[in-house]
């Protein structure tokens, strides 16, 4: 297993120009987050399956209402087009909303990439993988862990996924999560609050850090979730012997045009969405997860 630097992918049409694209799925995940699968509308700049890397993200149109930056929760070529969205505003309260058959307007990809891939040479070092999510920051990683798993050789090393949830059904991909346990990786799923019919972990996700058997000397670790959440989560990777430039992370700020433009995104150094959402801790995120969104 490789893991390449993030990179930048150059759409084929126009940024700033959505191109429609017609919903032939909408599945609930929890009571406010719905994955959407998207195909593009035959008169419409087709989205190539394989167009985007895991860890990019989306321009999403509500027609009439507005759009919003929503990562894309799958893997290149896995099928149709697909955004795992939390109802949290107007924009995306509409994209929940749609049925199949409804148009939602796509615009990207754009940013980098986890640097995920499959594809190591003979003589590649082999590389742990330690995916921690908390909430919905599953989704942005779920694509790098459909890439790692499906891999044809995995180079040696193991993936580990540790997720993290306010309560069970707040958990997102439940089907997912048992298909990458029967996969090989090693997976656990901790809540902060149980329910009476919950059998697994309680705590916060970085406990499950403590006794994930991951090598520290030859791991990498991709991290998504609240800022608050990541922050203890690095931590505790350090703790258990990574270097800072082998631990990811995936920054959101307020993504409006996503070719570094309009500057609403602007995070110390960097434009998030040409610049990110991918980083690593050691470039300076310690520091600049601290600033609050403007």
């Not at 994209?95 to 199949?100: G, Q, R, V």
């Not at 082999?126 to 919905?136: E, F, N, P, T």
């Not at 700020?253 to 434009?271: E, T």
Request: glycine fraction near 14%; aromatic fraction near 6%; hydrophobic fraction near 40%.
């Amino acid at each position: 297993m490789v893991l390449a630097e993030p990179s930048l992918s150059t759409p084929s049409r126009h940024p700033l120009t959505p191109a429609p694209h017609v919903v032939v799925g909408r599945r609930r995940e929890t009571a406010d987050v719905v994955t959407l699968s998207l195909e593009p509308c035959e008169d419409a700049d087709q989205f190539l399956p394989g167009s985007f890397a895991p860890g990019q993200f989306n321009m999403l149109s509500a027609f009439g209402i507005g759009e919003a930056a929503i990562s894309i929760s799958n893997g290149p070529g896995e099928g149709p087009l697909q955004h795992t969205v939390r109802d949290v505003g107007p924009v995306t309260h509409a994209l929940c909303e749609t049925e199949p058959g409804g148009l939602v307007g796509v615009r990207g990809p754009f940013g980098n990439s986890w640097g995920v891939d499959t594809g190591p040479g003979a003589n590649a070092p082999s590389v742990d993988v330690v995916v921690v999510a908390g909430g919905i920051g599953l989704a942005p990683l779920r694509g790098a862990i459909e890439h790692l798993l499906g891999g044809s050789s995995l180079g040696g090393g193991r993936v580990f996924i540790l997720v993290g949830a306010r309560s069970p059904d707040q958990v997102v991909f439940v089907g997912d999560i048992e298909r990458w346990r029967h996969a090989g990786a090693y997976v656990e799923v901790s809540v902060d609050v149980a329910t009476a019919s919950w059998d697994g972990r309680v705590g916060v996700v970085t406990s499950l850090l403590e006794d994930a058997p991951f090598d520290p000397s030859k791991a990498v670790a991709l991290v998504c979730g609240p800022e608050v959440m990541m922050r203890f989560s690095v931590r505790a990777l350090l703790e258990r012997g990574l270097s800072a430039e082998r631990v990811r992370l995936s920054l959101e700020r307020n993504m409006q045009c996503g070719i570094g433009s309009c500057g609403h995104c602007q995070l110390g150094p960097w434009l998030l969405c040409r610049d990110g959402p991918i980083v690593t801790w050691a470039s300076g995120s310690a520091i600049l997860l601290g600033e609050r969104d403007r």
